[in-house]
């Protein structure tokens, strides 16, 4: 079984940009596909980028140019490269792994605040 840990939220400010990781325990992380998401005050959680395992990627229109999501099997961590932040990114972020027709493992979740 798969454990996800998220790290590298924090407070940023509007335009600036963030690294998000998500750490994975498990030896076959690679199979994985693997999600972020995020949830904003008020709102319901929504995926923002994934990637396959063969490492083709998926973003909404809505934070399409603006996040990039990657991932490095050797360390068992997949990334959320998020720039010119708006205000309204501001949400917990989680990473999630996909297994058996759903994402199935999720973390605990990293707070993104961004100020004007």
């Known amino acids: 079984q798969v454990r996800l840990v998220e790290s590298g939220g924090g407070l940023v400010q509007a335009g600036g940009s963030l690294r998000l990781s998500c750490a994975a325990s498990?030896?076959?992380?690679?199979?994985?596909?693997m999600g972020w998401f995020r949830r904003a005050p008020g709102k319901e959680r929504g995926m923002v980028a994934s990637?396959?395992?063969?490492?083709?990627?998926y973003y909404p229109d809505s934070v399409k140019g603006r996040f990039t999501i990657a991932r490095d099997n050797a360390k068992n961590t997949v990334y959320l490269q998020i720039n010119s932040l708006k205000r309204e990114d501001t949400a917990v972020y989680y990473c999630?792994?996909?297994?058996?027709?759903?994402?199935?493992?999720w973390g605990q979740g990293t707070q993104v605040t961004v100020s004007s």
């Open positions: 999630a792994a996909w297994q058996a027709a759903s994402y199935k493992v």
């Open positions: 498990g030896r076959t992380f690679s199979n994985y596909a």
């Open positions: 990637i396959t395992s063969e490492g083709s990627t």
